[in-house]
């Protein structure tokens, strides 16, 4: 058994069978992250480093304090996402999309399939995401929250194989109502 599904199989209920389970991969999004930081780095250096009339030496100085604790806000905002990122593990199962993560303490929440055969969740694919959001007739959601309440979502992050659990998750809500395919 893996590590992703080590940490999802507690959470399964009573004749449900894990499909497919994974973490987020994403090092794109890190990097970019990285270089940010540094070019904001680099710029807070310079302006420290300029030999400037006192006037302009006075405004670089307060600029360079500014660009200095937007670096540090930065890094600290990366080190968190990176964190939340380490801790976050996703299970599809024949009844549900299981999604454990935190920053201390792992939470579980899960998205019951069926909603999609009621027409009240909606799976789409974008880039190397998977998100479940309310149908397009529901209020707007916030990311990483409940769609059961009717106006949030999730997003299963940086997926290596996006489109085959996209199509899990299609094929096994299809199954609830349809019964399991062979």
């Known amino acids: 058994m893996d590590a992703e599904a080590s940490v999802i199989t507690p959470h399964l209920l009573a004749r449900e069978t894990l499909l497919w389970s994974g973490r ?11 270089g940010i930081v540094i070019l904001v780095g680099i710029a807070a250096l ?28 930065l890094i600290a905002e990366a080190i968190v996402f990176h964190r939340y990122l380490s801790n976050t ?42 998100e479940l959001s309310p149908t397009v007739n529901q209020p707007p959601f916030l990311p990483f929250t409940n769609p059961s309440v009717g106006h949030e979502c999730y997003r299963l992050l940086a997926l290596e194989e996006q489109r085959r659990v ?10 609830l109502v349809t019964g399991p395919l062979v």
Request: glycine content about 2%; hydrophobic content about 55%; cysteine-free.
């Open 89 to 130: 593990f996703y299970g599809v199962t024949n009844q549900r999309v299981i999604i454990v993560s935190g920053l201390r303490e792992l939470e579980m929440v899960a998205v019951f399939l069926d909603l999609l055969n009621a027409h009240q969740l909606v799976v789409r694919r974008i880039r190397r995401n998977v």
């Open 166 to 175: 996209y199509d899990l998750i299609i094929d096994s809500a299809l199954a």
């Open 46 to 73: 310079a302006l420290r480093a300029l030999p400037l009339d006192s006037d302009l030496a006075e405004r670089a100085n307060i600029n360079s304090i500014l660009l200095a604790t937007l670096v540090v806000i």
């Open 24 to 34: 987020p991969h994403d090092p794109t999004s890190l990097r970019w992250r990285a």
